[in-house]
């Protein structure tokens, strides 16, 4: 079995990485990192999944988070959707495959994919709401959050969720302050059949392969890694014995990219709108200068008086 | 099990039948799914529903609960007729080449022997021929028509591949499939594992189910091997310990048995129990039993227990009928025969058949004690939740006394896991208000008990009186204490039989092993099987050393494992008759030219001799038995019989409902419900997000699973108008509940002797106490029958109608 | 008796030296600064959230998250304010022959030559593209600006449709903000017309100047029509 | 109510947040706090460590329960977290939905605190000493026995059995319960003795 992290200590330690580690750093630039973390990476090995959603539970214990007691609407999700208090969510697909007549059920473990390229972070206005260090992890961070919600719109994955409570954006953190003291994620901790291993991300890809073979031994010839360079690349990858269509696990996007339409707004719009402001007050000082005031001369006033004198009663 | 959770990593193939490990014991399916990513194992699941387990599979079949028998024994004659058979390992091994009596047979379904007014067989044709020398006759070259193998054949004939798709609905092709990959590890170097859990025990034939997988097993060499076996999955933490120290109607630790009343004194109590071996030079280990049980009364009575008295053999109750079993209880309660009832944990309000029944029964009763973490049902059964609880308090006169308990994490102790592995457990936080440890509770009775018959008088309090109560604070034994009295010692000192002149254990000093125990009142154990668990090494139960040589997968010195610290049972049988491993690559114990070594404690005398002594030491014939001769109630080989409600006749006997040995109380008979009103095959089940009744109180499990529901194929919900989310309407002959519907395309309509039936699936978890949403359970439409040998309810087949709900629902 | 066509209800003059006209009563005043300043604070907010580099403008409301929380409800507060202003003013704000006219010589405008264009009633063309102009924008703006209210209406649109509105919202904002430096410069340029708006008066030569037909109207009360066309003033 | 703050507000005060958001809105003066708190504190760091094993399957996966005090040293231990035991030859630290969510059956709301008493035809559970509970049930359990012991059956055979009153033992109490169990119910002559084994 992949071989698990030993026990967390309950002796103070330092933390392995912090503020110096950060790369990204939401409307706001940092000075670049005196060091490289190694990358790690969350592995979600869909096939090995049995949906037992230890993973969400563990996620809202280690968390202190507390979600609702729902209903049942004819289907495995509970909750629903992923909340502000659920990082992470079992999503159940009951697949039909053609080329076999086999029922699969296909089950995938929803939440933050820590992107390379996080469009959370590139929509993020408020400086330092969002931060992303050089080990890959995309952290949010409550006290400079606004909650605006444009993480949600910007995120390619859907995955932020603003709480009603405290109006703070909210996702899976990688167990950040797990991983600073040598730990794993929660979730990969308590997975039962290790279908969640977390590691560096290069031994996750190697780790993925041999488990990418053993499928295609199996018959899945069409199993691989998901770890798309649409957002250049992901800390949370997926072994899919489908690679070929993602979408056949809950609407796993195909090819994810950070919206064109959030591109443009955080792009060219940004600068362009400042531009137009500015140079609309430019020209009105350019035509003041120019033509100088307009005023009413005392001609004008005469004339206007003799109109009002010549129609008494006027007005 | 046979074998250990750690042990499943090492095998070729697992079937997952009668269980769905993956989703009541996801942390041991861990094992295989290592089994898969190492060895390239394969993983087949035969299920009803396509379960959790089967999302992972390799292998995929269908089956129409309550159908195990046709398919194993379906599974036998493949092998048979493909001679797909551990032969060397079936000949030396099993009883196959022994003869059977001439009376002996099977009928339309009945077995020779059958009483249809009792519903019992006359099993005196159920044996073998003994010869003059007093051993069994036996015939090594399989010709003789009596011997056991040609009558295996015969019996399993009848269950060709047409004939399991008639009976079980599987596709033959699918079933086909299944029985290739099986035959395979008859393979001396080829391993299945048998992982099932109450699957197979909760049917009026649960015990054959087990027999059939275990027969099946034995045929292919797979037993005693690593990654074989059959491995049963506890349902509970201690499941297997309480029924170790055998917390039963009929039961002594160690799986010694109460006397009945026909055994009128000890000696004729033991003249049943001499265990003499049936063939030459074999250990039938149980010829101890002497030695176990007098050991046992040292323990219970200590000095009161002397060779004049029989060791108290009298102050222990006798009984009349064969077992006072939960249902023979609650029948007893409903009748009015019963004044009081304790329940020590346990929910026995949602966890017995026919829930009306169970509260008609807790009504009559005088008293009603309850011991528990949570606050259950059933100390609230007198308590009206509206239609989750429609009782009128002022009819029940029963006075309730609920007690609170501690849960696992504030008191120390030892509990068995289903690999037989005694492991110590510590407090680590503080009881919640006034909630007490049960050990002081049981005290605090006893102690109560005794003071009351100390000034009043009463029948025979001498028993009570004089309980052995060795523990430094008597109001309060404490746990190591107590295992160390259940390890055992020495009373007076213990010498060597073969030179008496050797001290083998010093007076009081803890024993080492039951080897050590003595039928002349020297030394009290608690549970002979139990020995070695606390010696003079210390607490064995709480040993942590997780290293494991080779990664063989045995973990020796974690924990202690009984019997003898023993992790793979009948281990000698993975070595051939010269002893060497059938697989050298999964080595568990080997012959070394004078004694047996190896990863695990050889399951035999360490100098027994490979080709003299059977590896199955706990049968006076050394072998095991593929015909049981009459171990059990139903038969000496499994038959296929209908559960007692079905919704097609058996195909194989027409004319037999049911197991025709099962026990079926007057009133229950006219309970069974008829595939006319109820067309559904009905099953019930776990879900992986809960626990019993118990994770309905804890938050987080409510959120995973808040809501009770039941699950049926698109198809029936076409042909019954019921929507995905909407609520429906489940009736049996007993009550009718009301649910959430999951619509699902992974239960799907079977054909079973021409007829479509329709499968439910009911799962277990809600109630009227707790955080999840209230909800009533499959007891309320399950019949009040059980297994013809041990009496585990029918919870997993049994037939309803539903029809979709469209009044608004609270 | 019937009011000529494009004098306001309370507009007045006031013969004496100089000549003075009432042109806004003092609610109209009130309800166009309570626009203007909640333009302004959006106006403020909003540039924070939409550049980095001016996030410091939260600290003007008091932290990110409440500027987050009171831009909506400004938002509002300008819908409303906008929408009396709105139906106070549409009908002097209708489209006339003249004002083509008006536009087409808006060179003449911008250099001061008003005597080239035709005689104006209340409203230029200019100002009435201003009016209108904003009127959209607002419906835009209030719109998209729904559909990124989170905290009330985040269930009722897809993350695609907020994505959408986003970027609606940032360009109207743009453009709404440089719509409106045209019309504070336009005031400010034409001297004595913040009076107006201030004490509610402008000097009838103010009026003679730049909306001529206005003065003649209030003067004659009756509709003149001779101020269409291209006829030069004398 | 909604419960996804309730158990999040214990973790941070109101006036960090504060701070950190008035800081945060002037961009830069907020690194400090933002740093400081973008990274949990460890909460396990200065807990005791207990081990036990999971008591819901048989599975029986080890666990480490954290708690803020030490029984061992005669403290009070309130346990405030749960995870698996990597040292764990069975489930090497993994637990199932259920085994995670253990820290919430210890401390669900829905535990017993006090012993209580319904009354025949009594609607609702009364309060009721240990003392004075423990009294009334030797009480119940004597009278039945003496009014109902069977010394010997018709035949005369000696029987010494007590048919009316039952004993039902759990599935998850200790060995060591068990046998002290198993030594009381028996002395009594109790036959109808059972446990979940079978269902």
Not at chain 2, 291 to 304: L, N, R
Not at chain 3, 15 to 29: Q, S
Not at chain 4, 12 to 18: D, Q, R, Y
Not at chain 4, 29 to 45: C, P, S
């Amino acid at each position: 079995m992949y071989p698990p992290l030993p026990n967390p200590s309950v002796q103070p330690s330092a933390m392995q990485y912090g503020q110096e580690d950060l790369v990204r750093r939401s409307a706001s630039t940092v000075p670049t990192p005196p060091r490289q973390l190694t990358p790690v990476a969350k592995l979600i090995d869909v096939s090995k999944c049995i949906g037992c959603k230890a993973c969400q539970v563990a996620c809202l214990e280690w968390n202190d988070m507390r979600e609702e007691v729902g209903v049942n609407t004819g289907v495995y999700e509970n909750p629903h959707d992923l909340t502000p208090a659920s990082f992470t969510l079992m999503r159940f697909t009951e697949w039909e495959n053609g080329e076999t007549g086999n029922l699969e059920w296909l089950i995938r473990k929803d939440g933050c994919m820590h992107c390379g390229d996080p469009g959370c972070l590139k929509a993020c206005p408020a400086p330092g709401a969002i931060v992303q260090y050089s080990n890959g992890i995309v952290d949010f961070v409550k006290e400079n959050c606004i909650g605006c919600g444009y993480c949600v719109k910007g995120c390619p994955f859907n995955i932020p969720r603003i709480s009603k409570v405290d109006h703070k954006a909210y996702k899976c953190t990688l167990c950040s302050d797990r991983v600073a003291v040598g730990q794993g994620p929660a979730c990969a901790k308590a997975c039962p059949t290790q279908a969640i291993v977390f590691g560096p991300k290069e031994d996750m890809i190697q780790h993925a392969n041999a488990r990418i073979e053993d499928l295609k031994s199996r018959g899945f010839q069409n199993a691989g890694l998901y770890d798309p360079p649409g957002v250049g690349g992901t800390h949370v990858m997926y072994v899919l014995h489908h690679a070929d269509k993602p979408e056949i696990y809950a609407d796993l996007p195909k090819d994810p990219k950070i919206s064109p339409v959030v591109e443009l707004w955080k792009g060219l719009t940004k600068y362009a709108g400042l531009t137009a402001i500015a140079s609309f007050v430019g020209i009105g000082f350019l035509h003041h200068i120019v033509s100088g005031a307009n005023r009413v001369s005392a001609e004008d006033e005469r004339n206007a008086k003799r109109l009002t004198e010549n129609q008494p009663g006027g007005g | 099990m046979t074998n250990s959770w750690t042990d499943i990593k090492n095998t070729d193939l697992v079937i997952i039948m009668g269980g769905n490990a993956a989703e009541a014991h996801p942390c041991g399916f861990k094992w295989v799914t290592e089994a898969k990513a190492n060895r390239g194992a394969k993983l087949i699941v035969v299920d009803p529903r396509f379960t959790r387990s089967a999302s992972v599979a390799d292998f995929y079949a269908p089956i129409r609960q309550g159908t195990d028998i046709a398919f194993i024994l379906g599974l036998i004659n493949y092998c048979i007729q493909n001679d797909k058979v551990h032969w060397d390992y079936v000949k030396a091994f099993t009883n196959a080449t022994y003869l059977v009596k001439d009376g002996f047979s099977f009928k339309d379904g009945l077995f020779s022997g059958y009483d249809e007014s009792k519903r019992e067989y006359d099993k005196s044709s159920w044996d073998y021929q003994i010869g003059e020398d007093g051993f069994v006759m036996v015939d090594d070259t399989l010709s003789n028509p009596r011997c056991v193998w040609n009558l295996l054949k015969e019996h399993v004939s009848v269950y060709t591949p047409e004939m399991v798709e008639r009976i079980c609905g599987t596709p033959k092709d699918k079933y086909l499939k299944v029985a290739e990959m099986v035959a395979e590890t008859s393979s001396p170097t080829k391993t299945m594992t048998s992982m099932y859990a109450l699957g197979w025990t909760q049917h009026s034939k649960g015990s054959q189910n087990i027999r059939s997988m275990a027969m099946l097993q034995l045929i292919l060499g797979n037993i005693g091997m690593r990654g074989g076996g059959m491995n049963a999955l506890r349902g509970h933490s201690n499941i297997q310990g309480l029924t170790d120290i055998g917390l039963m109607s009929n039961l002594i630790p160690g799986y010694l048995t109460i006397p009945t009343q026909k055994e009128v004194d000890f000696a004729t109590y033991m003249s049943t129990r001499g265990f003499k071996p049936l063939r030459p030079d074999q250990m039938s280990y149980w010829q101890n039993y002497k030695k176990f049980f007098v050991s046992f009364q040292k323990s219970m009575w200590g000095d009161e227990a002397q060779p004049w008295n029989d060791f108290a053999y009298d102050w222990l109750p006798k009984l009349d009928v064969p077992a006072y079993d939960v249902l023979r209880a609650f029948e007893l309660m409903h009748q009015g025969k019963m004044n009081g009832y304790v329940c020590q944990g346990f929910n026995p309000l949602l966890s017995f058949p026919n829930r009306k029944k169970c509260t008609d029964a807790l009504s009559k009763l005088k008293f009603l004690v309850t011991m528990d973490p949570l606050d259950t049902e059933t100390a609230r059964f007198w308590e009206n939740h509206g239609e989750y609880n429609d009782v009128d308090p002022s009819q029940i006169q029963t006075e309730v006394i609920q007690l609170p308990s501690t849960c696992f994490a504030e008191d120390d102790g030892s509990l068995v896991n289903s690999g037989r592995w005694l492991q110590w457990h510590w407090a680590g936080g503080t009881p919640p208000g006034e909630a007490q440890r049960d050990t002081w509770i049981m005290a605090q009775i006893w102690k109560r008990l005794k003071a009351l018959y100390e000034k009043e008088d009463g029948p025979l309090p001498d028993p009570i009186l004089k309980v052995r109560w060795p523990y430094a604070d008597p109001d309060d034994p404490k746990a190591d204490e107590i295992a160390r009295e259940i390890n055992g010692y020495a009373i007076e000192a213990v010498y060597d039989p073969t030179d008496p002149t050797k001290v083998l254990v010093e007076k009081g000093k803890q024993l080492a092993s039951f080897g050590q125990l003595r039928d002349d009142g020297t030394t009290s154990c608690g549970c002979w099987i139990y020995t070695g668990c606390f010696t003079e090494d210390g607490n064995n139960m709480a040993r942590r050393d997780n290293s494991d040589p080779d990664e063989a997968g045995f973990y020796s010195k974690w924990a202690f494992s009984w019997p003898a610290n023993r992790r793979i049972l009948y281990n000698r049988a993975s070595a051939d008759m010269n002893g060497q491993p059938w697989d050298p690559s999964r080595k568990v114990i080997a012959w070394n030219g004078t004694k047996w070594e190896g990863y695990d404690v050889p399951d035999i005398a360490p100098t027994a001799k490979p080709d003299v002594v059977g590896p199955f030491i706990m049968n006076p014939e050394g072998t095991a038995r593929l015909f049981t001769r009459t171990m059990m109630k139903d038969g000496p080989f499994p038959a296929h019989y209908e559960p007692f409600e079905s919704p097609i006749a058996n195909p194989v006997a027409p004319n037999v409902k049911g197991n025709p040995a099962a026990r079926v109380f007057e009133g229950d008979m006219a309970q069974f419900g008829e595939a006319e009103k109820f067309p559904y095959a009905a099953t019930s089940y776990r879900l992986t997000e809960h626990f019993h009744f118990w994770t309905k109180h804890v938050q987080p499990n409510a959120v995973m699973q808040p809501e009770f529901f039941v699950e049926i194929s698109e198809q029936l919900a076409e042909e019954k108008g019921i929507k995905q989310g909407g609520w429906v309407k489940v009736m049996s002959n007993r009550g009718e509940v009301k649910a959430k519907a999951v619509v699902t395309k992974r239960i799907k309509p079977l054909q079973c002797d021409g007829k479509t039936v329709h499968i439910v699936g009911v799962p277990l978890h809600w109630g009227f106490t707790g955080v999840a949403k209230k909800g009533l359970g499959p007891n309320t439409l399950t019949p009040f029958v059980g297994d013809a040998n041990i009496e585990t309810p029918e919870y997993k087949a049994f037939l309803v109608d539903i029809a979709p709900l469209t009044e608004p629902v609270s | 008796m019937e009011r000529p066509y494009d004098v306001g209800p309370d507009d007045k003059v006031h013969p004496g030296d100089p000549v003075t006209v009432d042109r806004y009563t003092p609610a109209a005043r009130i309800n166009h600064w309570i626009t203007a300043a909640s333009l302004v604070l959006l106006a403020l907010s909003g540039l924070a959230l939409f550049h980095p580099s001016l996030f410091f403008l939260t600290g003007l409301f008091g932290g990110g998250e409440t500027t987050r929380a009171i831009h909506p409800w400004i938002g509002v507060v300008l819908f409303f304010g906008f929408l009396g202003l709105f139906l106070r003013f549409w009908r002097a704000n209708l489209w006339r022959g003249e004002d083509g006219t008006w536009m087409r010589r808006l060179s003449d405008v911008l250099r001061g030559h008003e005597e080239n264009v035709p005689e104006v009633g209340k409203y230029n063309a200019g100002q009435k593209l201003y009016f209108w102009t904003m009127s959209v924008l607002i419906i835009i703006m209030i719109g998209s600006g729904v559909v990124l209210w989170d905290q009330y209406f985040a269930e009722y649109t897809s993350v695609g449709q907020k994505r959408a509105a986003v970027l609606i919202h940032a360009v109207g904002a743009v453009v709404s903000i440089c719509v409106w430096i045209v019309h504070v410069y336009a005031a400010i340029w034409v001297r004595g017309t913040i009076r107006a708006m201030v004490k509610g008066s402008v000097t009838g030569g103010w009026a003679w100047r730049h909306h001529r037909k206005w003065l003649r109207e209030l003067v004659t009360g009756k509709r003149d029509d001779q101020g269409s066309g291209a006829k030069p003033a004398e | 109510m909604n419960m996804e703050l309730s158990r999040r507000t214990l973790l941070k005060g109101a006036g960090v947040g504060l701070a950190g958001t008035a800081l945060g809105a002037f961009g830069f003066g907020g690194i400090e706090a933002a740093y400081a708190d973008a990274i949990r504190a460890f909460k396990l760091v200065g807990t005791t460590e207990t081990r036990n094993t999971c008591p819901y399957c048989s599975v029986a996966c080890g666990v480490i329960m954290y708690s803020k005090g030490d029984l061992t040293k005669g403290e009070k231990a309130e346990i405030t977290h749960i995870e698996g035991d990597v040292d764990h030859p069975t489930n090497r630290g993994t637990l199932c939905p259920k085994g995670a969510a253990l820290l919430d059956f210890v401390k669900s709301e829905t535990r017993l605190t006090k012993p209580r008493i319904r009354k025949p035809g009594a609607d609702k559970f009364e309060d009721i000493s240990w003392n004075d509970a423990l009294d009334r049930i030797a009480r119940l359990m004597k009278d039945d026995r003496d009014a109902n012991f069977e010394a010997q059956n018709q035949d005369g055979v000696t029987v010494n059995r007590w048919k009316t009153t039952g004993f039902l033992a759990a599935s998850a109490s200790t060995n060591e319960t068990a046998f002290l169990t198993y030594k009381v119910v028996r002395s009594t002559g109790i036959l109808a003795f059972d446990n979940q084994a079978r269902v």
